[in-house]
């Protein structure tokens, strides 16, 4: 295994205390480091929005394996974020169940309520859109997540709505 010194060198000063305590708490539940992974993404991606490369290459040092493998973890999990991403990040997902009753209408009334594509930003920086595989909700499709609430049975009149609750509550400043 191949660790790179200059990462070992950026750890000590890029991940916070907070952090690091954090990732130390779950090394000492999970079996292996590698295993850590996941979880060591999430609690810096939570602190930061997104994991910039120099976030990757701090993690990766600070687990002790190598940046490569730690990048093909957060590339194969959808829920890390590789580069920045609005407050609210809109997973929708784009499988079979949701395909056959109502996806893209549904989608394409996202998209110009937010004048977004896929993987593009509102310009006030509040929306992501991404596509999600199977949400696990099928008997309640078209679906989406955001936030890890689960929204379901979707139409292209109430998607709008829960968008515009989102705002509203963003703008009373009751959002998170
Ligand atoms: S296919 Fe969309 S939730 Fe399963």
Not at 88 to 97: D, E, G, K, L, T
Request: aromatic share 6%; glycine share 6%.
């Amino acid at each position: 295994m191949t660790i790179d010194l200059n990462s070992n060198l950026l750890t000590l000063d890029y991940l916070t205390e907070q952090e690091k305590i954090a990732i130390d708490h779950e090394l000492q539940i999970m079996e292996t480091r590698e295993a850590c992974s996941i979880e060591a993404l999430k609690i810096v991606q939570l602190q930061r929005g997104w994991i910039s490369d120099d976030s990757l290459h701090a993690i990766a040092a600070y687990l002790r394996i190598p940046s490569a493998d730690l990048e093909g973890v957060a590339t194969f999990y959808n829920l890390i974020y590789r580069q920045p991403v609005g407050k609210y990040v809109i997973h929708i997902c784009n499988s079979i169940s949701c395909h056959l009753c109502g996806y893209d209408a549904v989608v394409s009334a996202i998209k110009n309520y937010l004048a977004i594509e896929y993987g593009q930003t509102t310009s006030d920086g509040m929306f992501t859109l991404l596509s999600n595989a199977c949400l696990g909700a099928c008997d309640q499709a078209p679906v989406m997540m955001i936030d890890n609430q689960l929204y379901q049975s979707l139409t292209p009149q109430n998607v709008v709505d829960i968008l515009q609750t989102l705002q509203a509550a963003d703008n009373k400043g009751v959002g998170r």
